[in-house]
């Protein structure tokens, strides 16, 4: 099994920046494909970002529209942790941030092909 563990999240002033962290425990974690997804208040829950480990492209990306050239998810495998930087950011951007992991190393927007979860972070952004 695989243990998810966010932080980094917090309030900031639009147009300002946070690094959101999720640090993973677990056998094999460089063979999963990690992402993050967020849910607003009253609304659904989104994708937002998600990146493989595996092969000689490295780590490829996806991000959802809404968040393209501001955000960017890295990795450290050494420490067993995924980062989301968000730039520019937005009072839309405010919800609870999920680090999600899947089972494979292929990059999916569907909630369902993660089935890890950490317990998420607050990021909100005030005007």
């Known amino acids: 099994q695989v243990q998810l563990v966010e932080s980094g999240g917090g309030l900031v002033q639009a147009g300002g920046s946070l690094r959101l962290s999720c640090a993973a425990s677990?056998?094999?974690?460089?063979?999963?494909?990690m992402g993050w997804f967020r849910q607003a208040p009253g609304k659904e829950r989104e994708f937002v970002t998600a990146?493989?480990?595996?092969?000689?492209?490295?780590?490829?990306?996806e991000y959802a529209d809404s968040v393209k050239a501001r955000f960017t998810i890295s990795r450290d495998n050494a420490k067993n942790t995924v980062y989301l930087q968000m730039n520019s950011l937005k009072p839309e951007d405010t919800a609870i941030y999920y680090c999600?992991?899947?089972?494979?190393?292929?990059?999916?927007?569907?909630?369902?092909?993660?089935?890890?979860w950490g317990q998420g972070t607050q990021v909100t952004v005030s005007s």
């Open positions: 999600v992991a899947s089972m494979g190393w292929s990059i999916s927007r569907l909630e369902g092909e993660y089935p890890y």
């Open positions: 677990g056998r094999t974690f460089g063979n999963y494909a």
């Open positions: 990146i493989s480990w595996r092969g000689w492209r490295g780590g490829s990306t």
